[in-house]
């Protein structure tokens, strides 16, 4: 069982990294104004999510204690991330102030999973 959650750990890991890197790499585009959100973006908090509930369900199952309080201000940062990202996926240009929030709003879910033990 603790090779599974490595794996969906590991998974997780890269999901966060796909979403952050494509927050990272528009970051100039941001200061232009002519930033947008990437299918990585897209795809890693989508990621994120699957392999989170996974997770989830699997630390569970081992008899772990799981910090629902934790998982569930995870999910719900998780969640606005993935509506604003999949609502604003087909414009050309996403406003900066709306770009940012997602920056931060990832970020603040890295230090939370991170710093709350």
């Known amino acids: 069982m603790d090779v599974l959650i490595h ?6 890991i890269i999901g966060i990294a796909s979403l952050l890197g494509g927050f990272l790499t528009q970051m100039k585009a941001m ?3 002519t930033a947008r959100f990437t299918p990585a973006m897209l ?15 699997l630390n569970q199952a081992d008899d772990q204690t799981v910090n629902n309080i934790k998982i569930g201000v995870k999910l719900a940062l998780l969640v606005v ?9 087909d ?15 990832t ?11």
């Open 43 to 57: 795809h890693g908090a989508l990621t994120m999510l699957v392999t989170g509930v996974v997770l989830v369900g």
């Open 31 to 33: 200061g232009d104004g």
């Open 107 to 117: 970020t603040a879910n890295i230090f939370i999973a991170v710093l709350w033990t």
């Open 7 to 12: 794996v969906f750990v590991a998974l997780h």
């Open 81 to 89: 991330i993935l509506g604003l990202v999949y609502v604003k996926r």
């Open 91 to 105: 414009e050309e240009r996403v406003e900066k102030e709306l770009f940012g929030l997602v920056g931060a709003l």
